[in-house]
């Protein structure tokens, strides 16, 4: 679990030597590049929605799955952080506002609510934990629907995609595409970067054994706060991106549904996989597209997805193929006799 | 600010009391399974929903499938819906919660949610969201006029019939010997269970018993709200906030902070409405800053 990190500088330069879900990020850039190139293939608006909510899984596995906290509550950092990106760019975009800033706010605001829920969240733990983001969140809805600037029901539509860096006219949508590309490719690489650090080994650490943790002088509530805060920081990045991207901020981002989807999509991919939350978001948007017509059969097939992924599937789809990898693989390490033979491992859900 | 009418005062007292008894019921159901399962029952809100549908299913549509002399009046459904969903509660209890009693308490959460989902979605998809009408009984139509207000027959009965079965419930598990077992249970199943009590059977029961306390719960505000599937729902939001304000510890807890943050929620609404939707979380919010393990709650 915390070997394959940091190579040494010796082997630096093979490609072996780097990091298995970077080493993946890498391949799967090629084809992504190419997307804007073949639409009929892959439609790119919705895969920059899949990369926007790939990276909300994202952020929600850092704390879910490595650090062992269940909110329920961050649909308030993706939704506001959305808010308050689409609410800039709308008034103040005209007036010369750069898009960086709107989205630097968006991820300040997300930021800012994770650290209110956070500070209080963390004083309960495990479902009370989760009860606490739940109702804090309800909070942040009700603001939603109350407050004259969000736009109440309609949330705000026509955000203004703006100039990157003041020239790259981001309302071509292949424009923004890369965009999106690059933030996620950064997000995911930060991610990786925040869980094999020594700060992401210490969030291990307190969620396998918090008593342990402490004695070894940690300040778990600490880790705890900066952990959510992170993961909210991430969540708002990717609510800025998606405001950004649908060019509408809506009601249905910071409700209870959001929330519970980007579990799902957690869940499904495999909780504290490399890869599994943006697998999983791939799938249930890919659902959602196809089955929007239905109405409630869709809530039906989510509960469904949870019932079956939590009594059957617990280690999600990219966790369970993980599983069945190294189970081969230490078939193979037996059938040979050769302990060497080194198995990449992610693993870390439960 | 103070130019409030006593009628108006007293009215949005009782909204609150009722809605305080709905509190009580639901979260002192979520404490007992809570108690013995260590499972939160995120499907609470859903089974709470399925039995008001039960009722309005039973008075509006099996009379028109079976017959008119099938119609199952208000105070046969009040038995039969808790009953039915307690016993549904028991089936996936049997099949589904129990392979979970080993793992993290995580997943009795997600599955439990999952349920709900289901369920909501299933009534959705056949009933749609707008509410349904469900008449209060003959009996309990009407009601007195106690000179500073009007107090309708059928409210103040939800009042009365909560209050006794929360003391009943109370009286249950904290003066009987059945009780005494079940708190022995929630302490220490292993040993309890190498007396020779059959743990297995009492987590069975028990969860149907907290269901049913739902489905009580739901049969009795079928009248109240309209009937539809989020009712559950929105409902529940508000019992989670109870919860940790009151804290898992006790059904005394649970009793008393429904039924305060009940009445807390209809002064709100008197004296500032734009907050009553809020002001339960704000209480939370407070409660968590200054006593993290609720106000009844033992810190473990």
Known sequence: ?350 | MFDISMNALMAQLLVGLINGCFYALLSMGLAIIFGLLNIINFAHGAQFMVAAFLAWMGFAQLPLLLGPEFKINFWLALILAPLIVGGLGIVLEKTLLKRLYHLDHLYGLLLTFGIALMLEGAFRHFYGISGLNYDPPELLRGGIDLDFMFLPTYRAFVVVFSLIICAVTWYLFERTKLGALLRAGTENAKLLQAFGVNIPLMITLTYGFGVALAGVAGVMAAPIMQVNPLMGANLLNIVFAVVVIGGLGSILGAIFTGLALGLVEGLTKVFYPEAATVVVFVVMALVLLTRPAGMFGKEK
Not at chain 1, 101 to 117: D, E, F, Q, R, S
């Open chain 1, 1 to 350: 679990m915390t070997r394959a990190s940091v190579p040494t500088a010796a082997q630096a330069f093979s490609f072996t030597s780097i990091p298995m879900p970077v080493r993946i990020l890498l391949v799967l850039l090629v084809p992504a590049m190419l997307v804007p190139f073949f639409p009929e293939i892959a439609y790119p608006v919705f895969i920059m929605k899949v990369l926007c909510f790939g990276l909300f899984a994202l952020a929600f596995n850092l704390l879910i799955g490595f650090t062992g906290l269940v909110s329920f509550g961050h649909a308030a950092f993706f939704g506001w952080a959305g808010y308050t990106t689409g609410g800039l760019m709308i008034h103040y975009a005209p007036k010369g506002l750069p898009v960086e800033i709107a989205i630097l706010a968006g991820v300040l605001v997300a930021t800012a609510i994770g650290y209110v829920i956070g500070a209080l969240a963390i004083r309960r733990t495990g479902v009370y934990f989760s009860m606490v983001t739940l109702a804090l969140s309800q909070i942040a809805y009700f603001f939603a629907v109350q407050a004259p600037w969000t736009g109440g029901e309609d949330g705000m539509q026509g955000v203004p995609r703006g100039h990157l860096l003041g020239f790259i006219d981001l309302s071509s949508d292949t424009a923004m595409y890369y965009f999106v590309l690059a933030v996620f490719v950064l997000g995911f690489l930060a991610i990786h970067r925040i869980i094999h650090s020594p700060f992401g080994q210490a969030l291990k650490a307190l969620r396998d054994n918090p008593a342990r943790a402490i004695s070894l002088g940690y300040d778990i509530d600490r880790c705890k706060l900066y952990a959510f805060m992170l993961s909210a920081a991430l969540a708002g990045v990717a609510g800025s991106m998606k405001a950004l991207v649908l060019q509408l901020a809506a009601l249905n981002d910071v409700m209870l549904s959001t929330s519970t989807e980007v579990l799902l999509m957690t869940l499904l991919g495999g909780l504290g996989t490399g890869w599994g939350p943006v697998v999983g978001a791939a799938l249930v948007l890919t659902l959602q597209n196809y089955l929007a017509a239905l109405g409630g059969v869709v809530t039906i097939i989510i509960g469904f997805t949870f019932v079956v992924c939590v009594s059957f599937f617990r280690l999600g789809i990219i966790g369970e193929l993980q599983a069945a990898l190294q189970r081969r693989e230490s078939k193979k390490q037996h059938a040979h006799s050769s302990p060497l033979v080194e198995t990449h491992s992610e693993t870390s859900g439960r």
